[in-house]
């Protein structure tokens, strides 16, 4: 499966920014979708996944109650509603798709596919 991610930009400090994450190529229902960001020098990290069928979601503790995942598989597109943004938010954005088990959902090893990235930069 192909990933498309976008919507980054440049916002303020409490703003908010939807991001998509557009698949083409495989059935997108199949895959467990995720959110990672990587800020240069460090590792990536796990932002949000959402189960295949949308019923189940995860969240990093740092984005709990401020980000949204969803992904409408009749579009085969997943969404990051991001709200409330702080400047410690600012990185690259990428969405993954994969078979994680429930219990290493925020591996990004487990993800088989993944975006080409999209910044977002919060100022203060």
């Known amino acids: 499966v192909q990933l498309q991610a976008s919507g980054g930009g440049l916002v303020q400090a409490g703003g908010s920014l939807k991001l998509s994450c557009a698949a083409s190529g495989d059935t997108f229902s199949k895959y467990t979708m995720g959110w990672f960001h990587q800020a240069p020098g460090k590792e990536r990290e796990f932002v949000a996944a959402?189960?295949?069928?949308?019923?189940?979601?995860y969240y990093a503790d740092s984005v709990k109650g401020r980000f949204t995942i969803s992904r409408d598989n009749v579009k085969n597109t997943g969404y990051l509603q991001m709200n409330s943004l702080k400047p410690e938010d600012t990185t690259v954005y990428y969405c993954?798709?994969?078979?994680?088990?429930?219990?290493?959902?925020?591996?990004?090893?487990?993800?088989?596919?993944w975006g080409q990235g999209t910044e977002v930069t919060v100022s203060s």
């Open positions: 993954a798709a994969g078979r994680p088990i429930t219990s290493a959902i925020m591996r990004g090893d487990l993800y088989r596919y």
């Open positions: 959402i189960s295949w069928s949308g019923g189940r979601t």
